[in-house]
């Protein structure tokens, strides 16, 4: 095993390298610490001195002695978790000299890398957004409510935000900004029922200072849900403790959520208060660009207490949903209902007990709370919150969290071999699709999953097309997840028949941002953080949203072969969207062809034509290329279908025989604009547009990568630029198996040069500044599609990381990106995988990355359950059933739980 050793000296790191398990002989290097340079770039100094030696492990050989963590090292007057820190650069476990000597360096390296891959840990105390971003990480739920991983002790303020989201709790506030009301409807921060601290002999309550923090470990046990929090303080009056929050959500329980509160005194015997408190004074604080909006959300209508219980009654101010928040404190070392006193203020409520304490002892409590939301004035929901807060116990949440984690992982797990980061951040992916969806199997939630999950108030907590990213990982895992979350589009499809009656168009228009009625949430103004101005926003004429519902009902059915929601929801859905296409297209006689108007694509930096009357763009390319693709799709579905349940949707849906070939006519005649050497027009008069010098922009402003932005910080536009802030014109081949794609660009009459695809490839690339975290997950997959696997990896990856590093500078602050975190999984068990479902058989073309040796899922395809297991020449797949999977162009037939091995390469 190749090696590295490291020994902390006094402004010093000592490295000795080794070719056979940290023996001689030794390649020695010295890396002297440099104070004017981060942390960070100087542990980039290690990286740069090793380069070209290859490396399995790192040992650490005079770390601190902590209980959180055996990796831990003090230089330079700071305290470091080198070994996360190494372990995130160089992609390697780093272990204990200690341990070493005592299990061995095999066993010792193989602990560590097992724990590392289940673990997303952080050390020390950070403020502002990156703290606001580890939050965001750290959150538990449920698919009910989204808890973030703040600190108990913490109140909202600049350095942290203890958010509580119940899924489709949305109220609408009024905003009277520079003359003019402005309509926002947000996601609700709900009364923060997580506050737990202390105090010591009757001092104030201990809050999250940085000057009374010596460490600070928060770690989240993927494996099990559980998220701990270690404190070790000492407070300006010199009293040393350690305290311990453990925070888990109940899973299936799905109001519940509880915290064990451990607090050790080291260095002092005396009194110590505990305070556990309900607050309704909360407001939407999240995102500091909303700050000049109204953002308080409820009211507090009353709060009662009895023996160790107390609980808070509210609702929001316009949707009038009512809320119930119970919490209970317990203890099993003392009698928490005779010791403790109830206080109100402030729209608050808030317990305190006094206990006499002795140093090197714990006290252990434990604080359960409940949450129901309904009607306002449903006096059911303040009984069935009393019964359920009675029922609960830190115990039982627990337990019932490691049991649905497990099962979790038996379903969904991405194994892959040999690198811990990826499989590190695969696992928090899958983690936090289940934290927003999970209760959503239920049945009983009319609601979908946001496009920041329960995790920040970015984007008011809306619904956006992002779903699409996320909806082929629940079909293959939970269907009902996925049939949820079309259901909650199916549940308002009556206001977007008036959304697109209000547009003067037929059929059904979904919004852009959508959430708690359906009907268009975008704004018309936006906040430009660089120029400090309100910016028009056309971001409501992205209609491809509908696109987006149509394209996953197909394949909703398709991957499940659930026909009888088709039957019943689908295609009364999907008639009403492809009426709303044909109402949007205009027939122009004279050329024979249909324009598609006043739209904008996913590109999002063009809304309009420079120095134009109107908002809004003439037939962008992924707009007209999918309205073909349905139209085809539908009208072969509609020929097939049955004459009764044809006949009871065109019913519901207010169509009639007349659409189809209507349909049709549309599917053969819409127009691109494509020029002489195959490029694809991302829209009429695109190539009319300015060219944009980069590298001057880059020069300028360093990150490019909201261009838009900066473009109009200095008084310009990006509609006159040929700019782009995502995929576009490209994105169909995200979504189509490249067949169809050519299928819709010939159907429409038009002949591309044999490497169109390679070239407008790196024509869009060449203008795509990957201003959303979407950009590089399609273009990864484009790039895959076109052989070039190294840029392929380097989006992904960069993807994948992107919440983890916060690479856009905050914006995780605000909540995770679920969509990026959809699509990841996707990319490595479709796109590297290779195993698809594009067709009517399962297809599995793998192109795994280099340093992936194996990889092995589970997925379930129309009720047959498979499980993969694939390398570089073999796979190895298990059906439950007998069928049949296509690799290149053989079929192979697959017996019963019978393992099959086929050669590939």
């Known amino acids: 095993m190749r090696t590295f050793a490291i020994r902390a000296r006094d402004g010093v790191m000592e490295l000795n390298y080794s070719e056979d398990s940290n023996k001689p002989p030794f390649r020695k290097f010295m890396i002297t610490y440099n104070p004017k340079f981060s942390i960070g770039d100087n542990l980039e100094s290690i990286k740069a001195a090793l380069t070209g030696l290859p490396v399995d492990a790192a040992i650490i050989e005079n770390s601190l002695n902590y209980e959180f963590s055996d990796t831990i090292i003090g230089i330079n007057h700071q305290k470091i978790d080198i070994g996360l820190a190494i372990a995130n650069m160089m992609n390697i476990p780093v272990v204990n000299l200690n341990t070493v000597r005592e299990i061995g360096l095999e066993k010792a390296v193989s602990q560590k890398a097992a724990y590392l891959k289940w673990h997303l840990d952080y050390y020390g105390e950070y403020s502002g957004k990156r703290n606001y971003g580890q939050e965001a990480m750290l959150t538990i739920g449920n698919g009910y409510f989204g808890l973030r991983g703040a600190y108990v002790e913490a109140s909202a303020d600049k350095d942290n935000y203890p958010g509580t989201y119940v899924a489709g709790v949305y109220n609408q506030l009024t905003t009277n900004i520079n003359g003019r009301d402005v309509v926002n409807e947000d996601l609700v921060n709900l009364p923060n029922a997580q506050y737990i601290s202390f105090g010591v002999d009757h001092q104030h309550p201990f809050q999250i200072k940085k000057e009374d923090i010596q460490d600070i470990y928060r770690s989240l046990d993927l494996k099990t849900g559980v998220l701990t929090t270690t404190l070790h303080l000492q407070l300006s009056t010199g009293h040393i403790l350690e305290v311990r929050a453990t925070k888990v959500a109940n899973m299936t329980n799905w109001h519940r959520y509880a915290i064990k509160y451990e607090i050790k005194p080291i260095n002092f015997s005396g009194s110590i208060q505990l305070y556990s408190k309900i607050d309704g004074s909360v407001i939407n604080g999240n995102v500091a660009r909303y700050a000049d909006f109204n953002q308080h959300h409820i009211d507090v209508i009353g709060m009662a207490a009895h023996d160790d219980q107390i609980s808070m009654i509210g609702q929001t101010k316009t949707s009038k949903v009512g809320f119930v928040i119970n919490s209970k404190l317990t203890s099993d070392q003392f009698d928490t209902a005779k010791l403790i006193d109830t206080t109100t203020e402030n729209q608050a409520i808030r317990q305190e007990l006094s206990i006499d304490v002795e140093p090197e002892t714990s006290y252990t409590f434990e604080k359960c709370v409940s949450i129901f939301t309904g009607k306002s004035g449903d006096d059911a929901l303040e009984q069935r919150g009393r019964e359920e807060i009675e029922a609960s ?394 052989g070039n696997m190294d840029q392929s990896w380097q989006l992904f990856s960069t993807a994948l990381f992107s919440d983890y590093y916060d690479i856009q500078g905050g914006t995780t602050a605000e909540g995770i990106h679920l969509g990026v975190m959809g699509a990841t999984l996707q990319i490595e068990t479709g796109c590297y995988g290779g195993v698809r479902f594009d067709t009517d058989e399962v297809s599995i073309n793998p192109h795994l990355p280099l340093n992936w040796p194996k990889i092995s899922f589970r997925q379930e395809y129309q009720g047959i359950k498979y499980h993969f297991e694939i390398t570089h020449h073999d796979i190895a797949v298990t059906a439950d059933a007998d069928t049949h999977v296509k690799v290149g162009d053989k079929d192979y037939s697959l017996t019963k739980n019978k393992a099959a091995t086929i050669s590939y390469k």
Request: glycine share 6%; aromatic share 12%; proline share 3%.
């Open 393 to 786: 116990s830190f115990k039982d949440t627990l337990a019932d969290s490691i049991k649905f984690w497990k099962n979790v992982w038996h379903k969904t797990d991405i194994q892959i071999q040999d690198d811990i980061t990826s499989q590190k951040l695969t696992r928090v992916n899958i983690y936090h699709m289940l934290v927003t969806s999970a209760a959503l199997t239920s049945g009983k939630l009319d609601a979908s999953v946001g496009a920041r999950g329960l995790h920040g108030e970015a984007y008011r907590g809306h619904i956006f097309w992002d779903v699409t990213f996320d909806l082929p990982f629940y079909a293959i895992h939970y269907p009902q997840i996925d049939k949820q979350c079309l259901l909650y589009r199916y549940n308002r499809i009556g206001e977007a028949r008036k959304y697109a009656q209000s547009e003067n168009k037929q059929g059904a228009m979904f919004p852009w941002q959508s959430g708690m009625y359906g009907d268009e949430q975008s704004q018309f103004v936006h906040l430009n953080p660089v120029s400090g101005e309100w910016d028009p926003d056309n971001s409501r004429l992205q209609r491809h949203v509908s696109i987006s519902v149509a394209y996953d009902i197909l394949t909703y059915v398709k991957l499940t072969g659930d026909t009888q929601f088709m039957n019943d929801y689908g295609l009364e859905m999907l008639l009403s969207i492809c009426q709303f296409w044909v109402s949007m297209a205009q027939y122009d006689k004279d050329a024979d062809r249909y324009d598609i108007h006043n739209v904008m694509g996913p590109d999002e930096f063009h809304e309009e034509y420079p120095n134009a009357d109107e908002h809004g763009l003439t037939n962008n390319a992924y707009t007209n290329i999918m309205v073909s693709w349905l139209f085809d799709k539908v009208g072969n579905l509609v020929n097939d279908q049955d004459a009764d349940v044809l006949a009871a949707a065109n019913q519901k849906a207010g169509t009639d025989e007349t659409l189809e070939p209507k349909m049709a006519d549309i599917a053969h005649k819409l127009r691109l604009d494509i020029n002489d050497e195959g490029i694809i027009g991302q829209f009429a008069g695109y190539f009319n547009l300015s060219k944009l010098n980069f590298d001057s922009y880059r020069k300028k402003y360093g990150d490019i990568s909201r261009i838009d932005r900066l473009l109009k910080g200095e008084g310009k536009s990006p509609d006159s630029y040929q700019v782009a802030k995502q995929a576009d014109t490209l994105m169909a081949y995200y979504e189509l198996p490249f067949s169809e794609v050519n299928d819709v660009i010939n159907r429409l009459g038009y002949k591309l040069p044999a490497n169109y695809f390679t070239s407008n490839l790196r024509f869009y690339l060449d203008r795509t500044t990957h201003g959303s975290t979407l950009s590089r997950i399609v273009y990864s997959v484009l790039d895959e599609m076109d």
